[in-house]
């Protein structure tokens, strides 16, 4: 089951309608009918690379508060091995166990294996936050911090937390400028002048390391610190 691409509609369909335009790019956008196709395309049409790029906004009429934009497609989701042990919202998205603990007053507490064990994946999250903090500069993309961060977090034989959490289709969240949190890498080249928040958290044994920290991109941003700050603010 597939959602229409009309913004008017986003309604369920089991329609095979798909743009001509989008499928030569490697875009899915399914329509219910030949009407909602027409009837969306003058806005449509937006989302569709222009000559001598290979990227596209997906969210053209949104609202942006700043100068940033999304910059698709998304590279797929990145693979984790089968030896790997999952959070339950690796397969379905739906983190089953956390909407159930919601429902109840009951904190848990842990013994002291347990308290060693989140020590081990917290000393590995911050391992994997310095190794893709130690990748940022301008021009480098937030999907190839993506990568760096997802490889690093399977060589520890644990896995990424953001991925397939309520269907997020990354590893890390990056959040450059004017984004607060959980912004989703993409094609974006990082400039000199922004700052970046990377926010990383790993899953193993059982349990979620979750860290973060901002950094500024290239020497205009540290040489500048003060304007920094208002540009974001």
């Not at 399914?30 to 569709?48: L, N």
């Not at 910059?71 to 983190?95: F, H, M, Q």
């Not at 989140?118 to 911090?145: F, H, N, Q, S, Y």
């Not at 901002?214 to 540290?222: E, L, N, Q, R, S």
Request: glycine fraction near 4%; proline fraction near 7%.
């Amino acid at each position: 089951m597939a959602v229409c691409c009309a913004p008017d509609c986003g309604k369920e369909t089991t329609s095979s309608l798909k743009c001509p335009v989008c499928l030569k790019n490697d875009i899915t956008s399914i329509f219910c009918d030949k009407d909602c196709f027409r009837r969306s395309w003058a806005m449509h049409k937006a989302i569709h690379p222009q000559a001598g790029t290979d990227s596209y906004d997906p969210f053209p009429e949104f609202k942006y508060s700043g100068k940033l934009r999304a910059s698709y497609p998304l590279t797929p989701k990145r693979e984790v091995p089968d030896n790997i042990g999952k959070p339950d919202y690796a397969i379905n998205g739906e983190p089953l166990s956390e909407l159930e603990n919601d429902r109840t007053t009951t904190v848990r507490i842990l013994n002291d294996d347990e308290i060693k064990q989140m020590r081990i994946v917290c000393a590995l999250g911050r391992e994997v936050l310095d190794i893709a903090a130690a990748a940022i500069k301008p021009g480098v993309t937030t999907d190839e911090i993506d990568a760096i961060v997802h490889e690093e977090t399977i060589k520890r034989k644990a896995y990424p937390s953001p991925l397939n959490y309520f269907n997020y289709p990354k590893s890390v969240c990056t959040s450059i400028n004017e984004v607060i949190c959980h912004g989703i890498p993409d094609k974006r080249p990082l400039q000199d002048g922004d700052i970046i928040n990377l926010d990383v958290s790993l899953y193993k044994n059982g349990f979620h390391a979750d860290l973060n920290e901002t950094y500024y991109v290239g020497d205009k941003a540290k040489s500048n610190k003060e304007l920094v700050y208002l540009s974001v603010i």
